[in-house]
Structures are given as C-alpha cells and as structure tokens.
C-alpha cells in the first residue's frame, strides 16, 4: 500500500473557492493543494501556514522544494532547522506531484464531488482550531457540516453485540437530543454509532482517514452514502483519492476528537485505535467518557482502562453523555432514583423506634424506647412523627408498624 | 422484631478476660458490658469509654441511669447536655437489663461460643480505631481473626450470575495473595466472595450485624460456620442472642470498611447497603474500588454510580484489588500487555515508512520516501533500522516489507 496524495494523474477538475466567503480564492486553492502536499498532523506545515498563509506558503515551497532553501527571514536558527527537514520531507512529494506546474488559481486540486472547507469559511468546525499547528490544512468534504453542536462516539472494530447495543443506544439519545455524532466510519463500533443516529432521524459525520470518495471499509459505503444524503457529510483531511495509510488513521483519530465537543469510548481492547481517540480529546482538553461493560469482556478492557486511569469519566446513557458533552448545568443529567421506600425521609432514630415496633402485639412506648435503646421521650416524639406519615398506629395501650 | 441486646435472662457463662494479655480482666468485662448497653455507633459512649476508661465508665453510668446524672468534672456545658442525653437514651435499657446487679468482676456478660476481643489485645484489628469514637467498644468474636491483612468485598444481595463470578473470582485472587476476605455473610454477593476465599483455601471473615450466635441470613448458616471451622471467623460488636435490627445492619457497615484496607463493591443497585459501606470506607479515608458491569444491568448501577462520582477506582481483577489495597510500588498491578505486535517499538516515521512498503515488488527508497511522505534521507535512515528489525528487505534494487 503506498500513501500517496490522491492528485498524481488526476484531472483536476470542479469548483474550489468559487463560493469564497470571506476566504479568497487564492488562500482556499492553496490550503487544499497543501492537503496534498504535507501528511496530516504535520505541525511545520501547520506553523508556516498560519506564518505565511497558504498562498504564500505554496509559492515559498514551490520556490524551495529543488533543494534551495531560502528561509523566511525571521526564522530563528531552531525554526530554520526543522523548516530544512521539512522541505527535505515534502521535496520528494512535490517533484512527484510536479507542483511547479501548479499555481493559485490554476486547476483546482480537487474532484466534482467533494467541497473543500478552510478556516474562515461558515462551516469550518471551529473545534478543530484546538489543533494548532498540528490542525488540517482544509477538510474535503462530501454533505453538509452543519453548526449543530457533534459528539464523538468511538470504539471497537471487533465489538461485541452488547457494545454495539450500547452505541445505538447513545447515538439514537443523542440525535434525539439534536445532537451529530461524528466517528470513523469502521465496523463494529463506529457503525452501529453511525446507524443509531441515522436510525433516530439525526445527522451523523463520517471522518474517513483517506480520501472522501474511498469509503473505508468498502462494506461500509452504503452507510456512509446514507449518512451524506440523510443531511450528515463524510469528512478527511487528504485530497479525494488518497490512500487511508495507518499513519492517517492515527492522524484521523485527532480529527474525531477535535471535532467533538466530548468523545466516548464504547467498547475497545486494552490496545485500540479508540483509545488514542481518547488521549487526542485529553491532549486538547475535550471531556472523555467511557461506557463500563462486564470485566470479563476483552473488548471493555481498554475502557476500564481510561476509567482507572481517571481519563475518562464513566456514562452509561445518552443523558450521561450530554452532560458530559453539556455545559454544566444546562445538561445535568437527571439525578436517578430509585423506587420511593416508605421511610424515606425519616430520620435515622425514627427509624430505629420504627424497627422496634412489631406489626400485630401493640407494645408499649418504654418498650419500644428500651428495644430501640433511645430515651422514653425521644421514643414517645419519633411514634408521633411516624403515627403522622402512616408508618405506626397507637391502639390498645400501646404501639404497632403500620403494614407499608 | 425488637432490638433488645442479647443480656437479658440469660445465664452468662463462659470466660471474658481471661487471658488478659495487657488489658484487665475489668475493663474487658466493662467493654463487654457497654456493647449491650449502648447502640453500635454511639459515640458519646466511645468518648465516654476513651475518656473515663470502660471499667469507670461503667461505674459512671451505672450510677446515673436511675436519672439522677452527675457530670465528670471536666465536662463542658455542651458535652453536659449531649451527655445527659445519652444518659436518657441508655436509661431504659440499662433499667431492663438491671445493670445495677452487674459489677466488674462478677458473672461475664457472654456466652461459652463466643471470645470478647478489646482495644490492646493482640488480635484486635488496629484498622477500627479509625472510627474514633464510633468504634466498637469490644468485638465479639468465634474463630481467629489473625493479623493478615483483610481486605472487603461487598454487593447486592440480588446479585446476577455475572456478579457472583467475578466475586468468586476476586476472592480467589486475594486468597491466593494472602488476604483475608472480610464481608457481611449476605446472600448474593457477600456470599460469593466468602465461598470464594474459602474454596481457595484462604480466610474469610463474616461480620454479622446481629449476635455471633444467629446467623443472618439463616441460609448461610454453614456458610458461616465453615468461616470459622477454616481458620476464620464470625464477628459482631452486639453480644450474643442480640438481634440484627435494620440501624444494627448500617452500622455493621461501617465495621466492614474498617477491616478492610480497602472497600471493593461488586455489584450493588443504584440504592443499595453496600454503597453505604463504600461511603463509611471513605469517609475514613480507605480506598474504594468497583466493579463495573453492564450498563444495562441495573445490579450494576451502583458501581456506575462510584465511578461516575470519583468515589471509587474502576476494579476488574484481584491484581487491581491488591494494588488498590496495599501500599503503592510493593503491590503495583502488573502493567497488562496486549499481544506483542511486530512494530512495537518502531518509531512513528519509520511506521510510516513501512507502510510504504510493499510486499512484492521492490521500490526504490526514493518512491518510498515519496509515498511516505518523507525526506529521501529519513525514508534510507528508517529503511535501514527497519532492515535490522527484519521488517524490511532490500532486494532487487529495492525494498519491500518482510512478511510479519
């Protein structure tokens, strides 16, 4: 498998920036041909963007990408030395790609089908500005992004049917609550994340770690598709046509976590991708949750993990997880309880002088103060509170428990 | 059900005190005494006992509990009053049991079956002195409580199949490891992790909130005397024949999270005793464990509930329970692994660069370097370790990836 950007060879054809809201033109063309060129998660190119911006930055690398390094001048010794490496990184890419041949406002590096999203434009997800340097160049984008506020729900390939169970769950109490779940689109848990959104009628983003026309696996394409005409989008960062490497699935991960106001893990291995997920959320301050399942259960023991780590915070329902997601206060999860029992509410000693009491042979209250081992006035006080909430009956000289 | 201690007509016989390694025969008869007179959890008559010393404390009360109360000098107007409220609240019991007829040194309030262990005896367990005033004044004890440390295992009386295994298999585990399992000889949970222990061969002791005498629930009455018959024991802080009223079961708990150097909760219900025993463990300052479940099992709700709070430490086998229990660095659960995979190790670039790699036809390290994104000189550096790890040939001009 090589891991080349997917513009070698392509015609390049279809509207980049045409929309361009406040984002030129020119800047747009070029942070998507930086997609091409840079690896995901590539913090100098990151840094050189925000330095330069995009345009510039691709004129500079264009110039430099031969060999001949001539440095921004206010590049400190240290910066200088890993732009080098940079442009000995991303040389051999651009004399692939051939970029001296391509210029701002050329052919656009991209497909009919996919849009691309920059920051600036009004459906860039601001949750990715908590990258910094490491965020995306731009998103390719095939549907809507939307403004709806997203969680993250992620886990397992190899999940168990009680782990899936749970995702639906979350992900169906979570469209209902207006909610986009984003995930990555695998088997198991990510899957049943995607359908139990769709299922409840909500949107759901599909963060793919190739290009946006490679729905990955291949058995989930159908999903994805329905995610994109259900008003979700399918998501990546690498121009349409590129490879899903394995280092873009991890950079993929940070993708997933930025996107989310908080992620959950639902089930995963004692090693699994979901739990990089999960320190990507960590890394940039998002809340984490994961969802406890039975110990014997391999595919529970890397969300054991984070909870004994204290790294993630345990939710076992979509009203757990809103809250988690929630600004605190507006989205408390309702406090549970459990049936109302009949002494609830009665105070330890009332309860003690209850226990004394018998339910047929009326005794008396020094009895019952002697049983009880409070005082006679005490006893005397708390038969009066519990004759008042239904719970004692005085007849026949002395005292009984009412059947409750 | 009445809740009168176990004194009253019975013939007392049996030897208190009389091996008196460092405490006087007098002041154990005393302790023994108190436990009949004051309620488990009284703590004006733990600060009584530490104050005047049991023997004189009895002397005290024996005098004023006709109602005439004359103060300890040193008493401030406010111990007075709660004091005087003691002394109204123990009056009625005292007069029932005509303590005015007891004296040290006369017949010990006990029976044959059960030994009275107090504060400086060797066999008593330096882990209740935590509760302060609120602690026993005596243990009444059949079998060996020993000097290895304990730890509690506690849950739900409607526990689920699930639960009772990893109870089985928790008690196993800290047998095996040399604790004692303590627990409350329940149905359910508690009775798991006591077979447990037990079928490990280990020690388990039954802390019972009634007499030592009455095995509660009567189910586990060969439960409890294999407790004993195996080196373990059965232990109360009321005296023999005493009921084990619903307040005797609350404060039984708190005895329970005093024994053990650590309170681990296997499965309990969103409203359930052990979740009180957790809170006495913390409110001393124990660590508390729980073992997650399945959220859609409301036996485990409870747990959920500790996680969710950050009361409890997410626990999944007896190796955490130990490192939760013991001192930190000595007993350290082992850091688990998941299968040693081939590019373990292996820094990130050159992963990069092996994913670059086919494993058929050779490529160039300039192609490499290309489809990985990387500088030719990186993509020869990591292609050479990758070479020395065995993960990469070069052949034919080129490389390609080793089959793993």
Redesign the interface.
Known sequence: ????GGLTGRTTTGPVGTDGRGVGDEERWARAAWSAL??PG?EVAGALLAQLGAAEAWRWVVANAGGRTALPQSASPRAAARLS?AV??????A??LGVEGWSPGGPPPTRAAARVVVPGDPDWPSGLDALGAGAPSCLWVRGELGAAAVVALVGARAATA?GE??AVDLAVGLARAGRVVVSGGAYGIDAAAHRGALAAGGRTVVVVAGGVDRAYPAGNARLVEEAVASGGAVVGEVPPGSLP???RFLQRNRLIAALGSATVVVEA???SGALSTAHHALRIGRPVGA??????SMA??G???L??D?AA?????AA?VLELAGAIGTDAAPE???PARALDGVD?LA??VH??L?TRAPRPA?TV???????????IAALGLLELAGLARNEGGGWTASPV
Chains 1, 2 share one sequence.
């Open positions: 498998m090589t891991a080349e840079a690896e590539d490496r000995a990184r991303w040389g051999p890419r004399r692939r009680y169970g749970v490497t394995r280092s291995a004692w090693r969802v406890p399942g039975p110990v014997t529970s023991a969300c054991h993990r909870l004994r204290g915070v345990c939710v076992t329902d757990e549970r309880e459990g330890p309860r003690r226990d004394a018998g020094e103060a002697r049983a009880a081992g409070v005082s006679s006035a005490d006893a």
